[in-house]
């Protein structure tokens, strides 16, 4: 279209380091660290000192804007070099509806979760079948062995480009702060464990627990105040850890291979994996608990890994449950309940989910509210609330005919406004309003 102009390049706000394998390091650490860049001319750089040592990948986050425009766009060519070589080349001009979930491998799922901010990966995981590369085979894997030159361009549609350069030197950097939060990390395949120490010389061991026998490793590097130890989960999946004799619980039941039919059991949930609902291995962490409210807490992984499809979940509830208003709920970090629903066949209720996470069986036995806000011969308009399932179905008629009636569910308003064929709207309203455990509400009046 002649009518829109671009000549703006894209704009990169920041930039993501993350080790690919347990022997990688960023400034003597493991794990992902976030940079500022600077603009300078026409190239992006980072002014924190790099040494880079092992498979490292990089990820950006930035957007693309049109001329006299404020809209952001996407960034549609990714090129990555190293050295002069060509690392990774991405072209996003499409998508298959079909995959359109299989986004999530090419975000980074976690850090969108956590924060919102969306990074563009600029190498490709396992479970990413996306088909924006012109060669799967150029992975995006950065190689660190001594000092390095690595050069991200990044273009529009409209052919505006913007590089990005940095350097990892070979001097090496001192660990003076450790960035891992302290207690139990997992990375990939990797579990991270950060300790706080007595004394800047105290060097302490740790033990991985598995069924009674366990395993010794010393810490793999360390400043005055804290020391992190790492370990392959594909080796084994301790139970517990014991840190200066202390002990956590790492959670962790099982391994569940991408792409293939398998299922998890133990006496509280059943969960159900067909070979397209993981994109990468899964180290699942689960757990049982009854809260301060009663509530039946049963957690599987964790919200900020993605499922492509969705998994069945089978629940064995340990409490009586009477009645037919309870179902099953998502609980998010407030401990603020969604409804999830399912279907119950003798002591266990059976649902699907796209997302891991916590949930519980809740009851929920009161009516939605209507509160009138106007009532007039040509428009007619309301607040509607529930406490817990949510509204399922709406019907507002007059004199009997139905009214088409509108949702705006996020501030919790319905209206409906003057058929093209009545002057005027007059006679007995009706609205009924129902949840979703079929507890209803109505309200009447005449116009």
Excluded at 235 to 244: A, E, T
Excluded at 336 to 347: C, D, P, Q, R, V
Aim: charged fraction near 25%; proline fraction near 3%.
């Amino acid at each position: 279209f002649d009518e829109i102009r671009d000549n703006v390049p894209p704009e990169i706000l920041k930039i993501a380091l993350k080790t690919l394998d347990i022997h990688s390091r960023i400034n003597g650490q493991f794990g992902r660290f976030e940079f500022r860049v600077r603009k300078s001319g026409n190239k992006y750089v980072i002014d924190t000192p790099l040494h880079l040592t092992g498979n490292i990948g990089l990820e950006v986050m930035g957007h693309d804007r049109l001329t006299d425009s404020s809209n952001k766009c996407g960034i549609s060519t990714l090129e990555l070099f190293q050295d002069g070589t060509l690392k990774y080349n991405g072209h996003i001009d499409k998508l298959d509806f079909a995959k359109s979930k299989s986004i999530y491998a090419y975000f980074n799922y976690p850090e969108r979760v956590a924060t919102g901010d969306r990074y563009h990966k600029l190498y490709i995981d396992d479970g990413n079948d996306l088909d924006f590369y012109s060669d799967k085979r150029l992975t995006g894997v950065l190689n660190f062995k001594g000092s390095s030159t690595v050069l991200a361009k990044f273009g529009d549609p409209y052919g505006n480009s913007v590089s990005l350069e940095f350097t990892s030197s070979e001097k090496q950097i001192t660990t003076t702060s450790i960035a891992n939060k302290s207690g139990i990390n997992y990375i990939d395949n990797t579990l991270v464990f950060t300790g706080l120490k007595k004394t800047s010389t105290e060097k302490n061991a740790l033990k991985l627990y598995k069924n009674g026998q366990y395993d010794t490793i010393s810490s793999t590097y360390s400043n005055s105040v804290r020391e992190v130890f790492l370990y392959d989960l594909r080796k084994n999946l301790p139970d517990s850890i014991v840190y200066r004799d202390q002990t956590s619980t790492t959670y962790l039941s099982g391994l569940v291979p991408p792409k293939t039919n398998y299922s998890f059991y133990n006496e509280y949930f059943n969960l159900k994996f067909s070979k397209e609902d993981l994109f990468d291995t899964l180290y699942l962490e689960t757990s049982y608990e009854v809260n301060k409210q009663g509530l039946e807490i049963f957690k599987f992984g964790n919200t900020d890994i993605a499922i492509n499809k969705s998994i069945q979940v089978e629940l064995f509830p340990h409490h009586t449950y009477e009645g037919d208003k309870w179902s099953t709920y998502a609980l998010d970090n407030n401990g603020s309940l969604y409804y999830i629903g399912g279907k119950w066949e003798h002591n266990k209720v059976i649902f699907n989910t796209s997302y891991f996470g916590k949930f519980t069986i809740a009851s929920d036995s009161i009516p939605p509210k209507i509160t009138p806000l106007t009532l007039s011969s040509t428009r007619v308009s309301f607040r509607i609330s529930d406490n817990l399932s949510g509204i399922n179905d709406i019907n507002l008629t007059i004199d009997g005919r139905w009214i088409l009636t509108y949702y705006d569910a996020k501030n919790n308003r319905i209206w409906s406004v003057l058929p093209p064929d009545l002057k005027t709207m007059h006679g007995e309203l009706l609205l009924t309003l129902s949840d979703n455990e079929n507890n209803v509400a109505t309200y009447k009046t005449k116009l």
